[in-house]
C-alpha cells in the first residue's frame, strides 16, 4: 500500500503584479518517506513553487497542505515542520559551526547537539571551526546538518550539488539517502537528469509554470521509449565521472 501524502497542490497559481505568471495551476502530491524531484528548465517555476510551499513567497490562488496544515493559513506552523537548504546557503563569518547550530536551534525553541548534528553530516572534526574554512562540499552539507537542527519531517532542497566536484556530489547523494532513512521526506530541484535518476523516487517535470509530466524515471523513460522515441545505441559500462572517481578515489578532499 502506498504511502499517504504529506504535501498536497491543488490548482496553484502565482502571479506577480507586472502580470507575470510564475506557476499556472500546479497540483501533485507528496508521499511520507520520498524523495521528490521538481525538474525543469530555467524560469519554468521551480523554485517559485518551491518558496510557496516554505511559505516565503505569497500563494496567488489554489491549496496547499502540508501534513493537514494550510500552508497560506498557518504559516508559523508550517516553519515549524521544514527544513530548508538553498543553493547557496550563507552564513555569518567568523562564527563556528558549532554556534550556528546553536543559533538556529534557539531560532525554532530548541537546544542543538552540535556535534551529533555534525556527526550525522561527515563534519563532526569540524565543530570548532569557523564556516568560511569549510570547502564548497562542506558548506553544503553543514547546510543540511543546520536545515536539519529542529527534526524537521520534510527537507527542501534546491540544486544541492551545483558546483561539486564528483566526489563531493556523490557523497551528497548518499547523504540524501541518509536523511530519508531518518524518516524525513526530501523534496528537491536539480539540473542533473543522472542525480535524479539515482535518487528520485518520483520526479514532477515543469515548464513555463506548468507541471507536463509526472511518474518514476524509469516509467517516464518507458513512456518516451512507447512513444516511438530511438537515438543511436552506446552501451556503455562506465562513464568518465567513473573513471574519475576509480582514479582519484572516492574519498573526500577535505
Avoid at 524560469?43 to 510557496?52: C, W
Avoid at 567568523?94 to 563534519?123: I, N, Q, W
Avoid at 519531517?153 to 557523497?171: V, Y
Amino acid at each position: 500500500m502506498p504511502n499517504k501524502a504529506v504535501l498536497t497542490l491543488r490548482d496553484v497559481e502565482k502571479r506577480y503584479d507586472n502580470g507575470t505568471e510564475a506557476v499556472r495551476g500546479v497540483s501533485f502530491d507528496v508521499r511520507e518517506g520520498e524523495i521528490f524531484g521538481i525538474l525543469g528548465p530555467n524560469g519554468a517555476g521551480k523554485t517559485t513553487t518551491l518558496e510557496m510551499i516554505e511559505t516565503l513567497n505569497s500563494i496567488t490562488a489554489g491549496s496547499i497542505t502540508l501534513f493537514g496544515v494550510d500552508v497560506a493559513e498557518q504559516p508559523q506552523e508550517i516553519k515549524k515542520l521544514i527544513g530548508v537548504q538553498p543553493q547557496a546557503p550563507g552564513f555569518q563569518d567568523r562564527t563556528k559551526l558549532r554556534e550556528v547550530l546553536e543559533m538556529f536551534a534557539a531560532a525554532y525553541g530548541t537546544l542543538a547537539d552540535p556535534v551529533r548534528s555534525l556527526e550525522e553530516v561527515g563534519l563532526a572534526d569540524k565543530v570548532n571551526s569557523y564556516v568560511e574554512e569549510l570547502s564548497g562540499g562542506q558548506r553544503q552539507r553543514f547546510s543540511i546538518a543546520v536545515a536539519l537542527v529542529h527534526d524537521p519531517r520534510i527537507l527542501f532542497m534546491d540544486e544541492p550539488t551545483t558546483g561539486l566536484d564528483p566526489q563531493a556530489r556523490r557523497n551528497l547523494w548518499e547523504l540524501v539517502e541518509t536523511v530519508r532513512k531518518r524518516g524525513v521526506t526530501v523534496i528537491m530541484t536539480t539540473h542533473y537528469m543522472d542525480e535524479a535518476h539515482v535518487l528520485c523516487d518520483r520526479i514532477a517535470i515543469m515548464d513555463e509554470g506548468k507541471i507536463i509530466a509526472l511518474d518514476t524515471p524509469k516509467n517516464l523513460i518507458q513512456q518516451l521509449l512507447g512513444r516511438g522515441f530511438k537515438k543511436e545505441q552506446h552501451v556503455e559500462q562506465a562513464n568518465l565521472e567513473d573513471v574519475f572517481i576509480d582514479l582519484t578515489g572516492k574519498e573526500l578532499r577535505e
